[in-house]
């Protein structure tokens, strides 16, 4: 019997490895046109002198602290445990690659290289969906199959609201979580990309912005947590990493909650970015950076990376593959029989 041909495509918006603004600059126009221009009307001028400011900063603060990021690296780790996992399947050939929204191999690129497969799994490596995030891969895929698109691929969604990704979770929390003194108050702050609550009009944006599933993730993981017989956290705390324009952003910021941790006598805080599959600049910089300046440094702070490629996650992955390849699968086999048996029978 013939393997059918499955393609998987892990999507992240992907980050720029060497800080220049030749790697910048696309960058940036990238994520003006797939995210910014979706909530805000910016005249193309505008957005030009936004796409080369947003580069020269980013080279400028990277540069100076001698930082570069490791997303991408990690989710090409991520496609490679992952491949190694899903090989053994008796009956489905699985082939697994990584790809960028912002940054290549784009993911249009990579959907094309991968169209003659029988099927392709898209799986957003951001947990929590919106149009800024799967929305993305999901408006890429149309765009590269047009009316095709779904009978071709199914996207990975509702991760946020996975049990088992929670136990993932908790079980890299508490295994990654440093020794400390028993008196020692701990608090844990969950990172996440903020979202925008109202425009600049003062209205709720129109565009799904990924809010109210954010507070859904964060309410599951900070119960299932806190019921964990292994929990040793005082207080558990959501925290928002923030744009600063277009509009009012999620209130539950981190500077707010570790100001919060202060107030109720927190001796040292772990930081979480549940909000992100790997480790990247919003979560091992600047959330890093933000804790660290509010006063938790050195032996008061504890970065817990992502889970990144640990074993645990890329089975939960592999798990979620191969359920859905095999239902896109199925339901192809039984539109094509019965397409066939449409036209075998006779119209009189």
Not at 25 to 51: D, F, G
Request: aromatic share 10%; net charge positive.
């Amino acid at each position: 019997m013939t393997k059918r041909k499955v393609s998987v495509i892990l999507a992240t918006y992907g980050e720029v490895e060497e800080p220049t603004i030749k790697n910048l600059l696309p960058n940036s126009k990238r994520i003006l046109k797939y995210i910014t221009t979706r909530i805000a009307k910016i005249p193309r001028p505008i957005v030009e002198l936004i796409a080369w400011t947003r580069s020269f900063k980013r080279k400028k603060y990277w540069n100076n602290l001698g930082y570069r990021s490791k997303l991408n690296a990690l989710t090409r780790n991520q496609a490679s445990k992952l491949q190694s996992v899903l090989k053994g399947d008796s009956e489905i050939d699985f082939k697994v690659a990584d790809s960028y929204y912002f940054v290549p191999p784009y993911l249009e690129n990579t959907l094309t290289v991968h169209r003659n497969s029988d099927a392709i799994v898209l799986v957003p490596m951001i947990p929590i969906e919106s149009d800024f995030s799967c929305g993305v891969g999901c408006v890429i895929t149309t765009d590269t199959f047009k009316e095709s698109a779904f009978g071709k691929v199914v996207v990975l969604k509702h991760f946020w609201n996975d049990t088992e990704l929670l136990q993932v979770y908790a079980n890299h929390i508490f295994s990654n979580l440093q020794n400390s003194e028993k008196a020692t108050k701990l608090g844990l702050a969950l990172a996440v990309h903020g979202t925008l609550v109202k425009g600049t009009d003062g209205l709720p944006p129109k565009a799904n912005t990924g809010y109210k599933e954010t507070l859904q993730f964060f309410t599951q993981l900070k119960s299932f947590l806190e019921n964990d017989p292994r929990n040793r956290f005082h207080a558990i705390k959501l925290g928002c990493l923030n744009h600063v324009y277009g509009g009012e952003w999620t209130p539950e910021t981190l500077a707010i909650a570790l100001e919060e941790f202060k107030s109720e006598g927190i001796e040292k805080v772990a930081v979480f970015p549940f909000g992100f599959f790997a480790d990247n600049s919003e979560a091992d910089l600047e959330a890093v950076e933000e804790t660290e300046n509010a006063g938790y440094r050195g032996s008061k702070m504890q970065y817990i990376p992502c889970v990144n490629d640990s074993d645990e996650f890329i089975h939960w992955v592999a798990k979620r593959v191969k359920r859905s390849a095999n239902h896109l699968l199925q339901m192809n086999s039984s539109l094509d029989a019965l397409s066939q048996k449409q036209i075998q029978t006779p119209v009189y």
